[in-house]
Nanobody, 125 residues
């Protein structure tokens, strides 16, 4: 099991930006595909974005496409989620995890391994 730790959440006004970080303790980080999910209060968790082990390919949920960018630095064992043009509906706890299955489309939640503890993102209107 890979231990992941998310950080970078906070309170931001609508239209603002945040950058979330996900760090791993595993030296094999560079071989893992990774991704982000989020869960808003009273809502089901949803996949937000995923990135291939090399960083060369990424996938996004329609709700965030064009606003969020997923990236990674394998030497730093870190993945990021740059979130721009934030909306109140982006308010959620954001989680990162290793992705076990790389599909043609957006991954399913069941394609991921264990999630981290999450970081809260709150967007005020």
């Amino acid at each position: 099991q890979v231990n992941m730790e998310e950080s970078g959440g906070g309170l931001v006004q609508a239209g603002g930006s945040l950058r979330l970080s996900c760090t791993a303790s595993e030296s094999a980080f560079s071989s893992y595909t990774m991704g982000w999910s989020r869960q808003a209060p009273g809502m089901e968790r949803e996949v937000v974005a995923a990135i291939a082990w090399s960083g060369a390919s990424a996938k996004y949920a329609d709700a965030v496409k064009g606003r969020f960018t997923i990236s990674r630095d394998n030497a730093k064992k870190t993945m990021w989620l740059q979130m721009n043009s934030l909306k109140p509906e982006d308010t959620a706890v954001y989680y990162c995890a290793v992705l076990r299955i790389w599909r043609a489309g957006l991954p399913l939640l069941t394609d991921f391994g264990s999630w981290g503890q999450g970081t809260q993102v709150t967007v005020s209107s």
